[in-house]
């Protein structure tokens, strides 16, 4: 009875479904949301520092290696591409393939602590540290969160690609795979909403 | 009655040109740093390119067109938030400033 009051004629078409799936499982997905709601709130205390300090913003991004920014970004993006097609080729049965986009993937994520070590590095190499100023330390704030949920996800990506050498993951089965690959595409969009921040707009 | 349902890709061609996309999108901005245009020129050029490589990211990696309701709201407000921001605090950074002090 309430589900015969509670159902809608549907639209078919182009439009998007009306319920549509869930990406990987709905446990991954109260995760995503945590994730965002913790930036939205690192955002908002960016944009107040901003608004407050106009002048420390302008001139310390300027101060960063723009090219670690750079590298940073180049390897998020390319992750987050190797892994989703892990998951495209584990879809058409390729198996063997998911697997070696998986651990292309893996490679192109360890490359961001990498990075991050060497930009710090370059950052005490040039005098900047945590009491450099407002602008740094937001930045530092901000990245290192950022790289603790990037942690996370290298973690992820070990255990399904140990799930997914014994073969747990099939073309009809890869929820946990999926899964993975949501959260590893949210870490890369919030990386590319803080990348600008820091290294773009001075 | 058979129900049109759209299913998620098993081609990786659109995968491709969204990373050479992004790719793209990522080596432009450092040129925009450098001083394209005017300032508050290059604050709607970024808050653009940031709008535009989530939304890559969520329609083509996540395929967001194809999931639930709810995470497309949610990737969409997620997306749109910052670029706002950036346009908002571009334009009225002082009445900002002013309405988030203490």
Known sequence: ?202 | MESIERKPATSLRPLVLTWLALVGLTLLSPLLGNGLGGQEAVQLIVAAIIWIKGHLVARHFIEAELAHPFIRSVLRFFIAFTPIAIVLTTFFGDRFARFASL
């Open chain 1, 1 to 202: 009875m309430i589900a015969n009051t509670m159902s809608l004629p549907t639209t078919l078409g182009d439009a998007p479904p009306a319920t549509g799936r869930v990406p990987g499982n709905k446990g991954i997905w109260v995760g995503i949301c945590c994730e965002f709601v913790e930036f939205l709130v690192l955002f908002v205390v960016y944009f107040v520092a901003r608004a407050h300090f106009p002048d420390a913003f302008h001139s310390g991004a300027e101060r960063l290696s723009q090219a670690a920014g750079v590298v940073i970004t180049l390897l998020m993006v390319s992750s987050s591409f190797f892994i989703a097609c892990s998951v495209t080729s584990l879809r058409a049965g390729r198996r063997r393939e998911s697997i070696a986009w998986l651990i292309a993937g893996l490679v192109a994520a360890l490359g961001y602590p990498v990075a991050k070590y060497l930009e710090i590095q370059w950052n005490l190499a040039h005098g900047i540290d945590g009491e450099s100023g407002i602008f740094f330390t937001v930045y530092y704030y901000l990245t290192f969160t950022h790289m603790v949920h990037a942690f996370w996800g290298i973690l992820g990506i070990l255990w399904v690609l140990t799930r997914h050498s014994f073969g747990i993951y099939t073309a009809d089965e890869h929820s946990g795979l999926e899964a993975l690959a949501s959260y590893w595409h949210a870490t890369d969009i919030i990386w590319l909403v803080i990348f600008p921040f820091f290294y773009v707009l001075a």
